[in-house]
């Protein structure tokens, strides 16, 4: 099991940036693929992105390709989410999951989650 806190949400204009961070502690970190999904109200959890455990792969739903870039840094147990371009449809609440099975787009599929933080977007 690991645990995940989620840091770095806030208020940002249409067109701003944000830069998520997922901070893990427990078990080695770098075993993990992880992902961000995200929760807008009324809305099911949308898978955003996921990394491989190495960094070497990425995955990013349509939405946000081009835009959001995941990265990881596993020498200090952290999963980033930089988000740019950013428009009101983008606000929900983000959260980090770790899976010990490849990255995949179903959330079901994570098995340790974060609590999640909030992103919104005026526009």
């Known amino acids: 099991q690991v645990q995940l806190v989620e840091s770095g949400g806030g208020l940002v204009q249409a067109g701003g940036s944000l830069r998520l961070s997922c901070a893990a502690s427990g078990r080695t970190f770098s075993r993990y693929a992880m992902g961000w999904f995200r929760r807008a109200p009324g809305k099911e959890r949308d898978f955003v992105a996921a990394?491989?455990?190495?960094?070497?792969?990425?995955y990013y739903a349509d939405s946000v390709k081009g835009r959001f870039t995941i990265s990881r840094d596993n020498a200090k147990n952290t999963v980033y989410l930089q988000m740019n371009s950013l428009k009101p449809e983008d606000a929900a609440i983000y959260y980090c999951?770790?899976?010990?099975?490849?990255?995949?787009?179903?959330?079901?599929?994570?098995?340790?989650w974060g609590q999640g933080t909030q992103v919104t977007v005026s526009s």
């Open positions: 990394i491989t455990w190495s960094g070497g792969s990425t």
């Open positions: 999951a770790a899976t010990v099975g490849s990255p995949t787009t179903v959330a079901l599929s994570y098995h340790d």
